[in-house]
């Protein structure tokens, strides 16, 4: 039972990293420098090993049936799993790390049509012929080994799931007392530095930062103007 829950937990490192290899490849790609995806520093994405886990349950579970139903198993349940991440991401931490709203097709901005359907097409290949060979490797390590590499993984993420959690809960307050900040714009952006990294990671992160201070800027300018013409108003009113 011991050795179960120690395979599960090293392929759930094995999937989380794999999955930060794939969004390091892309997001570095499209966005032209080198992206450390997702809210941790280190090189794993654990929404990838969950993913990866829910993959090789419904591959067994459906292996007795076609690959089609598989790709559209998996396509709702990665769906599904997306969804409820975001959803209590922005629940906890009051951001909106990732939005599909640009998309044509997409549920409330945290799923997206088009990307379900590439998450669908991945997770089958890699189900039926990546998860076999994943699952052979892990279960022929030493035990002492494999409990030792799954120590020092779950020693690394709980440090790092809480440093990345200071900071991103440092992000979250600035957002919302960013209005505090609207009149120091060198001091704003002297703390707004300090989390790079994570816009990197969160493009859509970034862009609602900026339009939450352009909004702030134009209301500060509403209200000078505002206040400019009652002012002149009254000094012609006076004379």
Not at 121 to 126: P, S
Not at 160 to 166: C, E, L, R
């Amino acid at each position: 039972m011991i050795f179960g829950a120690l395979t599960l937990i090293a392929k759930f490192a094995v999937y989380s990293f794999a999955g930060w290899l794939l969004e390091v490849h892309y997001r570095s790609w499209t966005q032209h420098c080198f992206v450390n995806p997702g809210l941790l520093r280190g090189p794993y994405l654990p929404i990838y090993g969950f993913g990866g886990l829910l993959t090789a349950l419904a591959t067994r579970a459906l292996a007795p049936y076609s690959p089609l139903l598989l790709f559209v198993v998996l396509g709702l349940v990665l769906s599904v799993l997306e969804y409820m991440t975001g959803w209590c991401l922005e629940r906890v931490l009051g951001l909106r790390l990732w939005d599909y709203r640009g998309s044509r097709l997409h549920l409330h901005g945290r799923v997206s049509l088009s990307f379900s359907v590439a998450w669908a097409a991945l997770a089958t290949v890699f189900g039926l012929f990546g998860e076999p060979w994943v699952t052979a490797h892990v279960e022929a390590l030493d035990p002492l080994l494999l409990a030792s590499l799954v120590g020092v993984f779950c020693g690394l993420v709980l440090f790092d799931g809480w440093s990345s959690a200071k900071s991103v809960l440092e992000l979250s307050h600035l957002v919302r007392v960013l209005d505090a900040y609207a009149h120091l714009p060198l001091e704003l952006e002297a703390r707004l530095q300090r989390f790079v990294r994570l816009f990197r990671a969160f493009p859509d992160l970034q862009s609602l930062v900026e339009a939450k201070a352009q909004t702030r800027e134009r209301l500060i300018r509403i209200m000078e103007t505002g206040r400019r013409v009652v002012t002149e108003s009254m000094n012609r009113l006076r004379k």
